[in-house]
C-alpha cells in the first residue's frame, strides 16, 4: 500500500497510481484527527471520496504515534494522550475513540490501538505493551459499531518470540478480520525482523489476512511474503522518491551521482511505467540538480510502480509454484551493479 499519511499519497494523482499498479492505500488515524478533522471528511462524504480514490482504504489507529511521538504525548492502560505537534493542542485517543475516529473517516480496513515498544526494549516493558494492546485490542472489539469495516489486530512483542507468541494467542481468541504484525524495523538487524516472522507468521491463521506494517525495502518485501505475509506499507518509495533514489531490479540508483549525467538509459531497462517509458537517468538527475519539483514526483511515481511489480511478479511466481527461485533469482539481480 503507498503511503497517504493525510488522504494524500505525497506528489502523485490518484490516476498516477492507479497506472503504478496500486490497488489500496493507507491514510492515517492520528494526523487526519487532528488535520482537517474526522467530522470534516465524514461531512465531505468519507475519506473516499474526499480523496478521490474509489479503492481500498486502510487506516493506521495512531498506534504507530504512540511510538514514533513518545516525547509529546502520555500513556497509560485507558489510553494516550497526544500533544499536537502542529499547535500543542491535546488529542485523546482511546481504544474507543480510535474507532470511532476511524468510522468516521470510512476505510474499509481499520486498526486496532496499540502499543508499540521500542527497540531495544527491557522484557518488562515488552510484556506490558503486549498486554496493554491486547486490553485494547478486546475494547476496539467491543467498540466497532460499523459492519462494512475490517477491524485489525496487531501483534507486538518486539524480537522476543514468548512475548509474540503470547500477544497472538490473545488475539487469535478475538478473531479479527486479519493480524497485523507491528512493532518491527524499528531498529533491529533485518535478520532479527526475519527471524522473528518465522516465529510469528506460522502461529496466525492462514486463512486470514496478514499485514507487515511499515515495511519496507524491496528485499524485506520479499523476505517477508514468502515467510507469510501478505500486505505491506511503508514510506520509502515516496521518501526516497522525492530524495533522488529510485528503486529498480538491478538495485537502488542514487540519481545526484556523477556518473548518471548523461546516462540515456531509463531507471529500469525492465520497468513499463509511464516514467521509464519517457524519461532517462540523466534527465531525471538534472532535475533534482536544478531543483525542478518535476524530479521527485517521477521518481516517486516510478518507485511506487517497482514496488508493484516486484510484488505482482511474486505473486505470479508464488501460484506457479516456483517462489523459491524467484527469490533466489532477484537476490542474485540486486547484488549485480546497475
Known sequence: MPVGTLATVKGLTVDQLRAAGAQMVLSNTYHLAIRPGAEVVQQLGGLHKFMGWDGPILTDSGGFQVFSLAKMSRLDDRGVTFRSHIDGSLLELTPERAVEIQEQLGPDFMMCLDECPPHP?????IRRAV???TLWAERCRRAQRRSDQALLGIVQGGVDLEMRSRSVEALVDLDFFGYA??????????AEMYTTLEGTVPRLPSHKLRYLMGVGRPIDLLESATRGIDLFDCVMPTRNGRNAMAFTSRGALRLRNRQYQTDPR????SCRCPVCQRYSRGYLRHLFLVNEMLGPILVSWHNIAYYQ???RELREAIRAGCGGEFRALQLARWDEKS
Not at 526494549?121 to 516493558?125: F, K
Not at 504484525?181 to 533485518?190: A, I, N, T
Not at 531509463?266 to 531497462?269: G, H
Open 121 to 125: 526494549a527491557t522484557q518488562d516493558h
Open 131 to 133: 498486554d496493554r494492546t
Open 181 to 190: 504484525v507491528g512493532g518491527l524495523s524499528v531498529g533491529e538487524p533485518p
Open 266 to 269: 531509463p531507471l529500469d531497462e
Open 309 to 311: 511489480s516486484l510484488l
